[in-house]
Each structure stands twice: as structure tokens, then as C-alpha cells.
């Protein structure tokens, strides 16, 4: 069984909110940087379908499109816990039940990994469209660098 699982959430047909999607299937062709016992995981719009997934993992990353006020490809990393400690309003998931509700559930049945960070990019479009925004492209080596760097271990810690 591997230990980590990157998941890569998003819908494929609203533009950049397919973010996570486009970026774990960019990790797959990139594979020699990460670890062997990595799952990477297509997890789209599932929610709550994904809790099996977590289970028995030390680490998950998520990666999700989020809407944060800020300037289009612009890339966060943080974890659920810095999110609900910050006081004002987080960069939250754009789906409807989403990775919040996800990572409480797994808490809840115990399924939670013991570590979780979520790497996001600012969206600039969710019209309806497949492909992504110019910005949120050119922010994807990005992405992938933050991804491959947590699962060596060489991230900062969240603070």
C-alpha cells in the first residue's frame, strides 16, 4: 500500500476549476521525481466518494483551484488547520461538498492521514470550457515542484 496520495480535485468542464485534475495528470508524466509508493489520484468532483482513499495514508496532498481574492496562477500551500485558525474568510474549495467536509469526515471515521496540505491556484475563469486559463497553465510546474517537495519531505512546515 502506498503512503502518500495526491489527489487532484476540481471539474473538468468549468476552465481553471480543473486545476487539480490537469495537475495530477501532469505528476503521472513526470513520475521519476516522486516517490515509489505515491498514489496519484484523479479525485475530480467525488467529495465524500473519496474517503477510502485517505485511509491508511501518513500523507495526503490536495491540489484544488480556489478563489481567494487574488491575482489569477497565483499558487498557496497551506493546510485545513491554518485555514479554519485564520479568522478571516479561508480560500475555500469551489465545490459543493468539498475538501473541508472531506477531511472532517475522515477525522470523524478515523480515516484521517496524519499530515494534509493543500496546494491551490487562483482561478481566473470558470466559464464553461475545458481547457485552463493562460495564468493558471503557466502556474502548474509550480505546482508540481510544491507536490513533489512535500512528498520529499523538503516543504516548510505550515505555520
Do not use: W
Not at 82 to 91: K, N, Q
Not at 96 to 124: F, M, N, S, T
Not at 128 to 149: D, I, M
Amino acid at each position: 500500500m502506498s503512503r502518500y496520495v495526491v489527489i487532484g480535485l476540481g471539474n473538468l468542464l468549468h476552465g481553471d476549476d480543473g486545476l487539480g485534475v490537469h495537475a495530477v495528470r501532469r505528476l503521472r508524466e513526470l513520475k521519476e521525481g516522486l516517490p515509489a509508493d505515491v498514489e496519484l489520484l484523479e479525485g475530480g468532483v467525488l467529495g465524500l466518494d473519496l474517503l477510502p482513499y485517505l485511509e491508511g495514508k501518513e500523507k495526503a496532498v490536495f491540489i484544488d483551484a480556489v478563489d481567494a481574492g487574488e491575482e489569477p496562477g497565483a499558487v498557496f500551500r497551506f493546510s485545513p488547520h491554518e485555514v479554519l485558525r485564520a479568522g478571516t474568510p479561508p480560500p475555500v474549495s469551489l465545490h459543493d461538498l468539498g475538501l473541508y467536509e472531506l477531511v472532517g469526515a475522515a477525522k470523524l471515521l478515523e480515516q484521517c492521514p496524519r499530515e494534509i496540505i493543500i496546494i491551490a491556484v487562483q482561478v481566473k475563469s470558470l466559464d464553461l470550457g475545458e481547457g485552463l486559463s493562460e495564468e493558471v497553465e503557466a502556474a502548474l510546474p509550480a505546482v508540481c515542484r510544491l507536490v513533489e517537495e512535500e512528498l520529499r519531505g523538503e516543504a516548510r512546515p505550515p505555520s
